[in-house]
Every structure is written in structure tokens, then in C-alpha cells.
């Protein structure tokens, strides 16, 4: 396993001289210890004390539990010893300010999946790397997902892995448990255009809109429909994992708009979810949407703001945007074909 770069000796070799490269190296480095300690904590399970204990819940009305809050703490202590000036996190309302003056902001989702704390399936832990902004802590979070200098998750599951981007392709590592070291195993991590395996929380089928209720059952359909060829169909209830999953074999996710009550735009929020999600998954390959353009090019106007999320297989987002915007590109057999004027929720 020598053969494998060591995490710290790929960011020293990118970062080089440039002083501000060395501030995002030394920031993944801190995100990739406290990774390596909460990684620790899921794999221990109970035995590391009642983990699903409900402590609280966030500012989006989600259940808070005793891991969330210990990873929340975490990386907010590992954050403190880095060039980070505002941490802007899933499980705080505000932002919090560190060290005021230094140029990095980091908005993080310390513990994502967190509804499979306790029943041994994956979560992770997931980051972008902005410009902290002279303008403060909220301006900083407000800005676009293209302006991200990095980002990247980490996933406890099987293997612990690192997926990173610094804006020059996808890489991922994972963690060595000999001697406790990120190694790289992919280079250059690549979604093929095209996939036939497709993620979503199918029990929302009768939340959706008419287009997206088309749009899988054609799927659905497999060789006897429109898409003349069968899908499979994969759902963990953890980002993480299934973003793992499409950088490894390809594949796409869908948590789109649905009509129950604080469902209008999904679920997953777009500063500390979809963004470097997005950001991950354009710089292999592919593309992130929220339906109606890129996800990397909405503007947050609130840390905690939602966005529907579909990433994955660019012509598959691509396909996707089309049912929901525009029934008649299908052609002859446009899926809406007769239902038009249904397909708004
Ligand atoms: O962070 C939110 C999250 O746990 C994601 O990891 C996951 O994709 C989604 O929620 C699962 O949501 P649901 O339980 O509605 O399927
Ligand atoms: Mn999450």
C-alpha cells in the first residue's frame, strides 16, 4: 500500500510555495484529522455510549442526536487551529466566527445521514472552502458555489474515504487504518455521461410534480418504455454515500421539490450540501442541477437555505431538466405527450 500518495504529501506537492493554497491544504488537512476521529465514533457504535439520543433540534426543524452535536463540536475545535475566519455549520443557526482576519471560510454538514446513526449504514461529513469575505460572516456564505476554493466529504462507511476537489479534478482517498493516513486511490474520479441506475426516496412519488412522476416512470418502464432500457435503483438516506457511489460507478440522485409542507424546495440545503457536492461532481465529469440550472450558479441569500438537488450523469440532469422544463423536447415521445399543462406541482 506504500504505492499511494499520503493525503498531506499531495496537498504539500500542490500547494507549493503559494501561501494561499498552503492556508486550503492546512484547512483539508484539519477537516481530514477530525474525519479520521469521527470515523472512530461511528465505528464504535454503541460502544461508544447512546448515539441516537435526541439532544435538541436545528434551525430546519431536523432531530438533532448526541453524534450530530459531538461531530458539530469537533469540527469546530479542529477548525479553530486552521486559517479559518467563519465556520458556518448545519448544526449552529449562525455562523460562528473563529479567528477573525484569517481568509477562510468553511460552511460544513459535520454529520450527514445522520438518520442512520445507530442501524450500521454510512454517513460522513461534508465541507466547502470559500474566500472569507471582508464584508463578514454572512456575506461570506452568500456567495456562489463557483466561488469555492475546495471542497469535499468524507464518508464512515466500509472504507473511510475523502473525495476532495481544489478545482482541478476529483480525488479521492481513503483511510489507511495501518498507519491512520488518507492515501489517494483515484486520481481523477469520472461519471460517465450516460447511466441506467438512478437515487430517490421513491415513498415521495405522490409529493411530486406530474414531469418528475413521468420522468421515473419511464424509468420505471425500463426496455418496454421510452427509455428502451431497464434501471436499477439505489436509496441509502445518506448524501454521502450515494454521491461516493456515482463518483465510483456513475449513476444519478434526485431530492427534488416536493408538496408536502417545507418541502417547495427539497430537502438538501445549497451552502453546506449542494454546493460542494456540485463543485465534486462538475470538476469529474458531471452535472449538478436544481431542476432549472446549475447549482453551482444560485445565490444563497441564507446559510441554511434549501435547494432541490439532481446530480449525477450529465445527460441523464440534462434529460431531467428537460422533462420538467420543456415536455415538447422529448419529441415523439415526449412523456408528457397529452398530460401538458399538468406538469407544474
Ligand atoms: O442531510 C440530509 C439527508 O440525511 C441526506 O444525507 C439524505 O440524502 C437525505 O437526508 C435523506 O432524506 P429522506 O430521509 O427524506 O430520504
Ligand atoms: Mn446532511
Known sequence: MTN???????LRGWAGV???RRDIADTVLALADVGREISALVAAGPLAGDQSGIVGENSDGDLQKLLDLASHRDVLAALANAPVAHVGSEEAPEPVTLNSGAPLAVAVDPLDGSSNIGVNLPMGTIFSILPALAAGAEASFRQTGRNQLAAGFLVYGPMTELALTVGSGTHVFVLDRRDETFRLVNGAASIPHATDEFSINASNYRHWNEAL???IDDCLAGDEGVRTKNFNMRWYGSLVAEASRILTRGGVFL???????????GRLRLVYEANPIAFLVEQAGGAASCGSGAILDQVPDDLHQRVPLIFGAWEEVERIERYLNDPHSMGDHAPLFGRRGLFRA
Open 213 to 215: 412522476r413521468a420522468y
Open 18 to 20: 503559494d501561501a494561499s
Open 4 to 10: 499511494f500518495e499520503e493525503l498531506s504529501d499531495w
Open 255 to 265: 431530492y427534488p421539490a416536493d408538496q408536502r409542507h417545507g418541502y417547495g424546495d
